[in-house]
């Protein structure tokens, strides 16, 4: 009964002293806080009309293996940065308003170069023509994702993804 008691009253000290660990800068899950999602002003631009000098439909001065930008998604639903060994992993979720948007993805703003310690990216899919039924937001919803390395995130202080009508923001610890 005596190690019994023993083992016990030594076992809670133990789990009671992960509590410290968990809140610290130790624990790599605190390496970046918990994102913000904000309002984003309009962009009034056609996404149908091509930029800069592309040339017409027939034109032949665009290689036929460039594809055309996706334009902004409609909200981001969700941003969390996850680390992994060697950098992190920037993962966002986008939520259309119809179902059906493929090609989703994370474009880095700048070149993925930081300004002034936040680094920026535009979260972008394609998506069906409107009038389709409508639907719960988790058929809706699209995750994206970027792997960024530590010598990329080399004094950025926020990670901010950019939709149509609003954008996340998470910052690190």
């Known amino acids: 009964m005596r190690h019994l008691t023993s083992a016990l009253l030594v076992s809670t000290l133990v789990l009671s002293g992960c509590a410290g660990v968990r809140d610290s800068r130790i624990n790599p899950f605190n390496w970046f806080g918990r994102s913000q999602v904000e309002p984003v002003a309009s962009t009034e631009a056609n996404p149908l009309i091509p930029r800069g000098g592309t ?3 027939f034109a032949a001065s665009r290689p036929a293996d460039v594809l055309p930008d996706a334009p902004l998604a409609a909200q ?3 941003l ?3 680390r992994v060994q060697g ?5 966002a979720t986008a939520v259309s308003d119809t179902v059906g948007a493929f090609n989703v993805s994370l474009q880095p703003v700048n070149n993925g170069v930081p300004v002034d310690g936040v680094l920026t990216y535009e979260l972008r899919a394609f998506a069906p023509s409107a009038g389709s ?3 719960p937001e988790r058929a809706r919803s699209h995750v994206a994702a970027v792997r960024v390395s530590d010598a990329d995130l080399d ?3 926020v990670i901010r993804v950019q939709a149509e009508r609003n954008a996340a923001t998470t910052t690190r610890r």
């Open 55 to 57: 040339g017409g439909l």
């Open 76 to 78: 981001v639903g969700d």
């Open 80 to 82: 969390s940065v996850l």
């Open 87 to 91: 950098g992190a992993l920037i993962r």
């Open 133 to 135: 039924m409508p639907m």
């Open 155 to 157: 004094g950025v202080r």
